[in-house]
């Protein structure tokens, strides 16, 4: 059962490493033999894997302020709750 367990965890893993990471995407165009040098290679996300991305680039670029918010609003809901009879 735990051989199982951890053989499932990594295929878990390396899914989600998958999905996170994207593919290689070679475009290709008929007219030019040596493509690769006109059209480089890009890498594809999953749309999910695009939206994931933006929020831990905006968290990593404004945690002081997300930080600072919620502790705020906790603050504030912490003032209204004590206020309420």
């Known amino acids: ?3 199982w367990l951890r053989n499932r965890y990594k295929c878990i893993q390396a899914r989600i ?7 290689w995407v070679q475009p290709r165009n008929p007219n030019f033999p040596r493509d690769w040098v006109v059209f480089p290679p ?5 749309w ?3 939206i994931f ?20 609003l906790a603050s504030l ?3 209204i709750a004590a ?3």
């Open 17 to 23: 490493e998958n999905w996170y990471k994207g593919k």
């Open 53 to 72: 991305r933006t929020m831990v680039d905006f968290y990593l670029k404004n945690w002081q302020w997300v930080w600072g918010t919620v502790i705020a």
């Open 42 to 46: 890009y890498i594809e996300y999953h």
């Open 83 to 85: 206020l309420k009879p």
């Open 1 to 3: 059962m735990g051989e």
């Open 48 to 50: 999910t894997a695009r």
């Open 77 to 79: 809901w912490a003032a």
